[in-house]
């Protein structure tokens, strides 16, 4: 592929020379690790009170209304009870206040009868596109509002998808910070402006499922659950960088996570929830428990917990809750201040108005709810305002966008002498157990066995857990291609099961052979396990191979809940490779959109597929079969010591070959990109720290942190130009080098700082911009506890994925030298 270079323009700052930086600009070694500094996590209280700042008028009614509570009631609001939802917080009915109801998840509303399930995160990331991402917000938010929900435990920016094994990566978006951070926030403001609350979640560094709860062993001793082990540059860079994002957008609330940080747990952990999030990030709302994941009492409440959940209904038969009466206990003993009750209490019911969802005509929840709750004791122990209609359809219009995001997250990686799109073939020949349909049931979360989900014969719609959705149909690739087949008259020919193919070695029984081979393959993942293998399931490679040796024109079709390595990707019989993600409920539509070309594919990986597995192991799970066995209760630990260089990050700085690089694409026309310049400063001189940085008036944090690190100092723009013959979207990227630090962690060779998605006919262009923000320039100085942009040349590379720049050039943020 020609890799056109263009000079950056001539801008005010300095003249630039083309400054190309591929492989290694950064020192090889990092920073020694020394095991003991991760051993503590530093305390940091007391609790920062809410002040409201940008919801002062719902904080005022909050305010008024926690004022009429008495303590028990105030213990209510910050205590889950058993109800009709996942989550339920009790009604104080001699106020008017009909409780909350918080329902799962990321990708639909799981609890629900008649509704939809849209494409997941991953599926969200790799279709780079802000406008869609926000949509599905939307969408999505209509349904949990139309069903009575007033909180949606979603989006997840956390497993952000440090290792690809983990089996909750799908749910979020990319391992690349700054991308989810994007998609993380569209996704919140879309779902908000709908009036449903955001969770974002799991705040952090819930990187693997192996072990994310303690466990108790034969002896009856309780190991701990693993300990992300995270230095601060990291934590602020990599794994906190996207929920400042969230912050920002206006999240309701923040759901902290089963792990342990530095050997304190998540939800117990001060100076991530009193310092990184509710002091240094601002944050105004509440902080909520993973179900199960408060160990204490007094210990989280003071370090920042402000919701217990599930709360009075626990995982076993026995009703407890550390918060509940054991909170009165602890207000009545003096262990926690009564200020602190008040502010969790208006944390909670901030949002609630806010949102308007103390309006008469909020929905109240739909009864169906009720028999599909897994925590449902037999008795609650309030009445619940229910909507007067049970089984509500609140399934609108949305299987539109489901088909066309769908559609918009495939990845065309392979297509050699434009085997796609479909040209009406004669005879198509179907393979693989992700092509039919569903025979085991449509729901990947029975029960507690969170590996429901893992069918032999079916599409993969979605991935398992807590973040699936209850499918009122799916669309089988099968029956979406036969649909579509008969239009010209194709003879469409199907072995489902892969065993026949790869044990007898052959194309049988088809007859005659098929011109165009079509391999459906999945790889399954789900909450509660993580995968043991990156490789397609169900002996999927080999499937592929042998339908590859046997057919000159393959194509083969992944759906999977995270990313793959593809051994059999140059495999010369391969002729086309579509990475479709997990598509919802009109997976097979939007794949037959891309197979025949009423859509043309825009996708961009939003990882990095590796040539082989064990390139992967500078993030690999911590499990052994020893660990396993452990009696020493902090024996799980997981240390992050790449620091910064995840995904391709780390592929970059050891100048790696990969199969597929992060943000590669293929289209099928083609595009150029030009004419790359660079603004003058927005204000001049800049200054490395934020100008806020040493006031001691300006007062708490807003949300998302200094006002400055949002503000845009630089805009970076360039032309993209359709050089093909076919209307496409082009996914045009801005990656930034930034200086080497002394004395700081190895910075990466490269990181994302920009993107858009642009529709453009043949022979269009379109300008497209990049506005830099101060915390895009910058990083977290440990030492200082503030992010600094750099003294030095910041390298620019504009193109089509991580590898593929067609411009690039450099500037000097703070100005100097040329
Ligand atoms: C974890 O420990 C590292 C090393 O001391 C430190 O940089 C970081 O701030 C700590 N983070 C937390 C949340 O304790
Ligand atoms: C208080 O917490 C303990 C567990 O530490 C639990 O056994 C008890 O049931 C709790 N009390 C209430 C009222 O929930
Ligand atoms: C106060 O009450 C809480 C909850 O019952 C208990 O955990 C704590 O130990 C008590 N503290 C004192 C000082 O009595
Ligand atoms: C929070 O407000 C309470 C009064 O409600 C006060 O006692 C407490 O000191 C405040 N905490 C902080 C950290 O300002
Ligand atoms: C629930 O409603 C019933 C019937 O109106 C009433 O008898 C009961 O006291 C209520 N329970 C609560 C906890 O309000
Ligand atoms: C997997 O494929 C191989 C051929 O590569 C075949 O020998 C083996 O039997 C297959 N396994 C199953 C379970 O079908
Ligand atoms: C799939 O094919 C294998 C190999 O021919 C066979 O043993 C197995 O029974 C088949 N499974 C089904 C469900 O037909
Ligand atoms: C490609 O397919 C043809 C037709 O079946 C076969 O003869 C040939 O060996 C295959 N090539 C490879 C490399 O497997
Ligand atoms: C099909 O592929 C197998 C290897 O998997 C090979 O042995 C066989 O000859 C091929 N058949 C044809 C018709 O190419
Ligand atoms: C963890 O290790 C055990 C023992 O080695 C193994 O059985 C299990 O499959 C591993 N889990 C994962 C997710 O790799
Ligand atoms: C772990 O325990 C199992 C059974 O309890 C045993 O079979 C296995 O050998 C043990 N592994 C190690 C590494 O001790
Ligand atoms: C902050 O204060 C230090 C020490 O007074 C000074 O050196 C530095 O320039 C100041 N930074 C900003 C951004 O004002």
Aim: glycine share 12%; net charge negative.
């Amino acid at each position: 592929m020609p890799r056109h270079k263009s000079t950056l323009a001539k801008g005010a700052i300095a003249l630039l020379a083309t400054h190309a930086v591929h492989g290694q600009n950064t020192p090889t070694a990092g920073l020694p690790w020394v095991q003991s500094d991760y051993a503590t996590s530093p305390p940091v209280y007391p609790s920062p009170n809410a002040t409201g700042q940008g919801w002062e008028t719902a904080f005022e009614q909050a305010s008024g209304f926690v004022s009429q509570l008495t303590l028990e009631e105030k213990v209510r609001l910050v205590t889950g009870t058993a109800g009709p939802c996942v989550g339920n917080i009790g009604p104080v009915p001699r106020l008017g206040f009909n409780g909350l109801c918080l329902q799962d998840g990321p990708l639909a509303i799981r609890e629900a009868d008649y509704a939809s399930v849209f494409p997941a995160g991953l599926t969200v990331a790799a279709a780079w596109d802000r406008n869609l991402a926000h949509a599905r917000g939307q969408d999505m938010a209509d349904e949990f509002v139309g069903k009575g929900a007033h909180v949606a435990l979603g989006p997840v920016a956390g497993p952000l998808g440090r290792s690809g094994y983990g089996g909750r990566n799908w749910e979020g978006f990319s391992p690349d910070p700054w991308l989810t951070g994007e998609l993380f926030a569209e996704t919140i403001v879309g779902m908000e402006e709908r009036g449903i609350q955001a969770c974002a979640k799991h705040y952090i560094g819930n990187e693997q499922e192996t072990q994310r709860n303690p466990s108790v062993n034969d002896d009856g001793q309780t190991i701990e659950a693993v300990s992300s082990n995270i230095d601060d540059r990291t934590m602020h860079e990599v794994y906190a960088w996207p929920f400042a994002n969230a912050v920002k957008a206006g999240a309701s609330s923040i759901m902290c996570s089963y792990n342990r940080v530095n050997g304190s747990y998540g939800c117990q952990n001060s100076k991530l929830l009193n310092g990184v999030l509710k002091d240094e990030l601002g944050f105004q709302g509440y902080v909520v428990s993973d179900w199960g994941a408060t160990h204490a009492g007094v210990a989280p409440i003071l370090a920042g917990l402000d919701m217990d959940m599930p709360g009075g209904i626990a995982f076993t038969e026995t009703e407890h809750s550390y918060f509940g009466g054991n909170l009165t206990a602890a207000v009545n003993n003096g262990s926690v201040p009564i200020g602190r009750v008040d502010d969790m209490a208006r944390r909670i019911m901030t949002p609630y108005f806010r949102l308007g969802q103390n309006e008469a005509s909020y929905p109240g929840v739909d009864p169906s709810s009720d028999g599909l709750n897994f925590f449902k004791p037999a008795q609650f122990l309030y009445n619940w305002t229910y909507n007067s209609q049970r089984d509500i359809d609140v399934r609108g219009d949305h299987a539109n966008l489901i088909r066309e995001l769908g559609a918009a997250g495939i990845v065309l990686l392979k297509n050699v002498d434009n085997a796609l799109p479909l040209k009406a073939p004669k005879n198509i020949g179907i393979f693989g157990n992700d092509a039919g349909d569903l025979v085991n049931g449509q729901y990947s979360l029975s029960n507690l066995n969170l590996g429901d989900g893992n069918f032999d014969y079916g599409i993969l719609a979605m991935g398992g857990g807590s973040g699936a959705g209850r499918l009122t149909y799916v669309v089988p690739p099968l029956d979406a291609i036969k649909e579509r087949a008969r239009q010209d008259g194709t003879l469409v020919q199907y072995v489902l099961n892969n065993s026949v193919t790869t044990q007898s070695g052959n194309l049988q029984p088809m007859y005659p052979a098929p011109e165009v081979c079509l391999v459906f393959l999945k790889t399954w993942a789900t909450e509660g396990y993580d995968r043991e293998s990156l490789l397609v399931d169900w002996n999927g490679t080999a499937l592929a191979t042998t339908v590859a040796d046997n057919c000159t024109n393959t194509i083969v079709v992944t759906h999977s809940g995270g990313l793959n390595v593809l051994p059999f990707a140059d495999h010369p019989n391969i002729t086309a490779i579509l990475a479709a993600h997990l598509g919802g409920q009109e997976a097979g539509n939007s794949i037959v959109d891309v197979l025949y070309g009423a859509v043309n594919p825009s996708g961009h990986l939003p990882y990095t597929i590796a040539k082989s597995e064990a390139d992967y192991s500078f993030a690999a799970l911590t499990n052994s079969s020893a660990l396993l066995n452990t009696t020493d209760p902090n024996a799980w630990q997981s240390d992050f010591r790449e620091r910064l260089l995840i995904d391709y990050r780390h592929f970059d700085h050891h100048g790696l070959p990969v199969q597929y690089e992060f943000g590669f694409g293929l289209s099928y026309t083609t595009f150029e990109l030009s004419n790359i310049s660079v603004s003058d400063p927005a204000t001049s001189p800049i200054a490395p720290l934020p100008p806020s940085a040493n006031s001691t008036s300006s007062g708490p944090n807003p949300p998302g942190g200094a006002p400055a690190l949002w503000q845009t100092l630089y805009t970076v723009s360039a032309r993209v130009t359709n050089t093909g013959a076919r209307p496409g979207a082009a996914v045009p990227q801005l990656y930034l080098s930034l200086p080497q630090p002394a004395n700081e962690d190895v910075t990466p060779a490269r990181v994302l700082r920009g993107f858009e998605k642009v529709m453009l006919q043949p022979g269009e262009s379109k300008v497209v911009t990049f506005p830099l923000m101060r915390r895009d320039l910058s990083y977290w100085d440990v030492e200082r506890q503030q992010w600094v942009i750099g003294d030095g040349e910041v390298g620019v590379h504009a193109g089509f994925s991580s590898r593929d720049f067609r411009a690039e050039g450099a500037f000097r943020p703070l100005g100097g030298r040329g």
